[in-house]
């Protein structure tokens, strides 16, 4: 099965930026969803970010990171990106990627419907 690991996380001030990276091995999974995910302490996993790689490469964020993250991915690498510009102290969280094992035309926003996991990587952001 896709194994997937995240690095690039870190503490940076409020306005800062960061790039998280995921590398995914094993199973291509070429065409399915991926996404970004963030758990902030005692709050639910929130998905901010994804990447419908069925057909095309659409993407879709959550509003509060909207204009300020941008995903991408390096298919040859099997990397994938989470660009964070103007980062405040609510992004302040674990930040997981994940894969749906199953091909979708829309990107599904909910933790659960996402099959593989990575460990994570944690951002904190201070004002």
């Known amino acids: 099965q896709v194994q997937l690991v995240e690095s690039g996380g870190g503490s940076v001030q409020a306005g800062g930026s960061l790039t998280l990276s995921c590398v995914a091995s094993?199973?291509?999974?070429?065409?399915?969803?991926m996404a970004w995910f963030r758990q902030a302490l005692g709050k639910e996993r929130e998905g901010v970010a994804f990447?419908?790689?069925?057909?095309?490469?659409?993407?879709d964020y959550v509003d509060s990171v909207k204009g300020r993250f941008t995903i991408s991915q390096d298919k040859a690498k099997k990397t994938f990106y989470l660009q964070m510009h103007g980062l405040k102290p609510e992004d302040t969280a674990m930040y997981y990627c994940?894969?749906?094992?199953?091909?979708?035309?829309?990107?599904?926003?909910?933790?659960?419907?996402?099959?593989?996991w990575g460990p994570g990587t944690q951002v904190t952001v201070s004002s």
């Open positions: 994940a894969i749906d094992h199953r091909v979708q035309s829309t990107c599904s926003r909910g933790a659960g419907d996402y099959r593989y």
């Open positions: 094993g199973p291509s999974y070429s065409n399915n969803c």
């Open positions: 990447i419908q790689r069925f057909r095309s490469e659409r993407t």
